[in-house]
C-alpha cells in the first residue's frame, strides 16, 4: 500500500510542476520556446509513466479499492484529452479560447482526481 501511495503522490507532484510549466508557457504566449516546449513535453511523458506504474500497483492490490482505481483510470481519460489538446494547441497557429480553455480544464479535474486518489488510498477505500 505504502508504495502505491508514493506513486500517487509522486505523481500528484508531477501534476504541479506540468500545471506551473504549461502556465509559464501559456504566458510567454506564441510561439513557444523550445526549452520550455521540450520541458512540458517531458513532464507529459512522466506523468503518463507515472500513471502507468501507479496504476499497475493499484491491481496488484485486492482489498477492494474501486474508487482509488476508478480516479486513476478517470485521470487516464482527462490525461488522453489533455494531450490531444495540447498537440493540437503547439500544430495550430492561431490560438483557440475553446482548445485553451479544454486544456487547462482537464488539467485542473486531473489534479482534483489524483488528489481524490491520495485521500481515497489513505482512507483505504
Avoid: E, W
Avoid at 477492494?64 to 478517470?74: A, D, E, I, P, Q
Avoid at 495550430?92 to 482526481?113: C, F, I, Q, R, W
Amino acid at each position: 500500500m505504502g508504495s502505491v501511495m508514493f506513486s500517487v503522490v509522486v505523481l500528484g507532484v508531477f501534476f504541479l510542476a506540468q500545471i506551473f510549466a504549461g502556465s509559464r508557457l501559456g504566458h510567454a504566449g506564441k510561439p513557444y520556446k523550445a526549452a520550455g516546449m521540450a520541458g512540458h513535453i517531458i513532464l507529459s511523458l512522466f506523468i503518463v509513466v507515472l500513471l502507468s506504474a501507479s496504476v499497475y500497483k493499484l491491481h496488484g492490490i485486492t482489498a477492494g479499492k474501486l474508487y482509488s482505481m476508478l480516479s486513476l483510470h478517470v485521470t487516464g481519460v482527462l490525461l488522453l484529452i489533455n494531450i490531444i489538446s495540447g498537440i493540437i494547441l503547439t500544430v495550430v497557429k492561431k490560438d483557440n479560447p475553446a482548445l485553451v480553455l479544454t486544456h487547462k480544464v482537464t488539467s485542473l479535474l486531473m489534479a482534483v482526481s489524483v488528489i481524490a486518489c491520495i485521500i481515497f488510498l489513505a482512507v483505504k477505500i
